[in-house]
């Protein structure tokens, strides 16, 4: 019996329904067990259905979900194994004196240097004085009262699961306002401490020619630098419905990608393009942290620069599903407690669902336009309708004007992007840094004044009161249903887009399709031909 969708969908459901008990409940090794000795009887007695194809067929997929359950369980449980037998427990709610090594890049805000600091076995969750100059592997030594992590209540009502938040993160200790003192440096992984050490030279390229804040966009735009925005920023960001382009979201990642392989079209031969696009997406993945988002959209860019240059079909499922089951399976935790995967993987099947529909649903206009605006607005739509459950029942806000603040919004920060990237490029020569830092100023500048000026309006955003996580599912499966429906009444269109599942927009927040359009329409990413550009670049 060769593997086939339903195979793969029946596996991903019983792997998915096992990571989920175990991460909200502790399943008993019993019930592992009788999981497994059930599906191992199962499939012995599939072969008793010989004749009997359908018989057969529907043993199997039980067996198979069976097994899946409890592998899952299994990998979760083997994932907290971590946070167990930690010699720290025995100093909680202690003043500590701790010896580490900064594991990763430090993060500054306006307030505070957050540091994730590895002792011993455990990574550590450590706050200070943002004045105090810190590096990625540094070896400090940490004064203070180490805690474990509390949920807390949010301003609209919603109770933040902060503890397995950061265990999601590999995080199960907090030390805050904590005394630091550096005591040695080099003592972390020496590719990141090079890779880290050009950041920080680029970073400061771009705050020498742009004034912020306008760098701080321009940061946040190419290397996911929130941080650097400030507190009135980011929060116009939020009420305007654009913190997605300055948390690297899959748009940005791909966005990036057609950068990379345009500029290798020009250099190499198709195994070149192969081996150094790869080594890019990793590299840049590294750069800006392996966050859920990032880690789902480099594994699918890796997808499409592989598939267009070994001559293979692109099929968006098949890589969306393969990216998910290796992010849980190297972090479980991710699944249910990590908002930015559960967003980046419903928006992401937003697109590849709903834009379709529109397509056979709404009058598009045939005349060549410089800005395909409808299929913008399509998509926008479309990832706005996906994650709007999540967003009510995590945040208890949404934004009314985002779909209007992405049309005018996100047709320029390809331009913001690049412009941002040749003046920390080039900062070595001042003035074509600042000449190009001058264009990026003004596009950062429009994006800023548009999230400012509409995110003051009186309805910009919509609070709602607490919702069940029922409400949740019973808007997901309504949508389903409607999309059900959609398919079937539409189905006698034999031939038509809408039938075409791997089919997506001219121009989505994903950008996959063009990409892969691309890439597979000519071995040199087809970059000097007008007909493979997006449309707003003709």
């Known amino acids: 019996m060769t593997p086939n969708n339903t195979t793969i969908i029946v596996f991903t459901i019983g792997l998915v329904f096992g990571i989920s008990l175990q991460s909200l409940y502790s399943v ?20 008793r259905f010989e004749s009997r194809e359908v018989e057969r067929k529907q043993v199997f997929l039980f067996s198979l979900f069976l097994f899946a359950l409890a592998f899952g369980i299994v990998r979760t449980d083997i994932y907290t194994w971590r946070f167990q037998g930690s010699s720290l427990v025995n100093f909680l709610n202690q003043k500590v004196s701790l010896v580490g090594v900064v594991w990763r890049e430090p993060e500054y805000n306006d307030k505070r240097l957050r540091l994730v600091v590895k002792s011993g076995t455990d990574l550590i969750l450590v706050t200070t004085d943002r004045l105090q100059e810190i590096n990625y592997g540094d070896k400090i030594t940490i004064s203070g009262k180490l805690t474990s992590p509390k949920n807390f209540t949010t301003e609209l009502g919603r109770e933040f699961d902060y503890q397995n938040y950061l265990r999601a993160q590999k995080i199960n200790y907090l030390i805050s306002f904590a005394k630091i003192t550096v005591t040695g440096e080099h003592y972390g992984n020496f590719f990141l401490e090079k890779l880290f050490s050009i950041k920080k030279i680029f970073i400061e390229n771009i705050q020498t020619a742009i004034p912020p804040p306008a760098s701080g966009l321009g940061l946040g735009l190419l290397l996911g630098v929130k941080s650097a925005l400030g507190e009135e920023v980011d929060t116009n960001f939020r009420r305007s419905g654009l913190t997605h382009i300055v948390v690297l979201s899959g748009y940005n990642v791909m966005l990036i990608v057609t950068f990379i392989s345009a500029f290798l079209a020009f250099f190499v031969g198709r195994i070149g393009r192969i081996l150094l696009g790869l080594l890019a997406i990793i590299i840049f993945a590294l750069l800006v942290g392996l966050s859920a988002t990032v880690m789902r959209a480099s594994i699918m860019a890796g997808l499409v620069i592989l598939s267009s240059n070994l001559g293979r079909d692109y099929n968006v499922w098949r890589a969306l599903w393969l990216a998910g089951l290796v ?73 009314l004007i985002s779909v209007l603040t992405n049309i005018l919004v996100l047709p320029v920060v390809p331009i913001a992007m690049l412009t941002t990237f040749i003046t920390g490029l080039f900062g070595f020569w001042e003035p074509l840094s600042i000449f190009v830092g001058y264009g990026a100023y003004l596009v950062l500048t429009y994006i800023l004044l548009v999230a400012e000026k509409l995110s003051n309006l009186s309805y910009a955003t919509l609070a709602l009161p607490k919702s069940s996580l029922w409400w949740v599912l019973v808007l997901y499966l309504t949508f389903g249903w409607l999309w059900f429906f959609h398919t079937r009444k539409k189905v006698s269109l034999k031939g038509s887009k809408l039938l075409d599942t791997n089919y997506l927009s001219d121009w989505s927040l994903e950008d996959e399709d063009k990409v892969r359009l691309r890439l597979k329409s000519n071995t040199n990413f087809g970059v000097n031909k007008k007909s493979d550009l997006p449309k707003f670049f003709k």
């Open 327 to 399: 992010m849980i399976m190297f972090n479980p935790y991710l699944l249910l407690f990590d908002l930015g995967f559960q967003l980046s993987f419903v928006a992401t099947i937003g697109l590849i669902m709903i834009v379709p529909k529109f397509e056979s649903t709404i009058i598009t206009s045939k005349t060549k336009q410089i800005f395909d605006w409808q299929s913008l607005l399509k998509a926008t739509i479309a990832t706005q309708l996906a994650v709007l459950p999540l967003l009510i029942f995590y945040t208890g806000e949404i934004s």
């Open 28 to 47: 008993s090794y019993n019930f592992i067990i009788w999981s497994l000795f059930i599906s191992l009887i199962l499939a012995i007695l599939m072969w």
